[in-house]
């Protein structure tokens, strides 16, 4: 099986790292070796000591890209889910990887408000009070991707049927095989 990585960007609380999670073990049971680059748990080890400004956040993305490049390479299914704000270091990501393997980008399509409602972290509180600086969506852009393989409208639907569609369109892109169900289980 061929490598490939599944980008998801959007919007803190948005839904990345919930529907990754889910997709992650589908891709397990079809033959992938999984590795999920979480953005929070990259900035904790590979991205330790970057802030938040634009710069940082490129680098942050940069490097993303360059072990998700690595990795695909070597037939790794790699989900990346990172806010990534800025298109062109998604570009840049995509470029990186695109030299060895497939790149789908799955854009989690949830607004600012509906983010700004779920708050898992606290951090748009936060952010609307002038406690936190560049936060994107609030105090920092977002720049909505321009070529998304999937847009994933999360607003009336459940993770699980988001994840569903990530797998379909997998399927329709030709990066997994078509799981048939046994009807003797």
């Not at 998604?90 to 399509?109: C, G, I, K, T």
């Not at 898992?120 to 909505?144: C, H, M, N, R, W």
Request: charged share 25%.
């Amino acid at each position: 099986m061929s490598g490939f990585v599944l980008w998801f960007t959007g919007l803190s609380g948005a839904g990345k790292t919930t529907i990754a999670n889910i997709v992650e073990p589908e891709l397990e049971r079809r033959g992938f070796v999984v590795d999920h680059l979480d953005g929070d748990i990259v900035r904790t080890h590979l991205s330790k000591g970057l802030g938040f400004s634009k710069e940082d956040r490129d680098t942050n993305i940069a490097r993303i890209g360059w072990v998700a490049s690595r990795l695909s390479r070597a037939g790794a299914a790699v989900i990346v889910s990172a806010i990534s704000p800025y298109e062109e270091m998604r570009r840049h990501a995509r470029s990186l990887v695109e030299q060895h393997s497939p790149f789908v980008e799955v854009y989690v399509a949830t607004s600012l408000e509906e983010c700004a409602r779920r708050d898992p972290k606290g951090l748009y509180a936060a952010a609307f009070a002038g406690e936190i600086q560049d936060f994107t969506g609030v105090s920092a852009p977002y720049e909505e991707p321009l070529h998304a393989e999937l847009r994933l409208e999360t607003i009336g639907r459940t993770p699980p049927e988001s994840a569903i569609t990530v797998i379909d369109r997998l399927e329709e892109l030709n990066l997994l095989p078509v799981r048939v169900e046994s009807e003797v289980e």
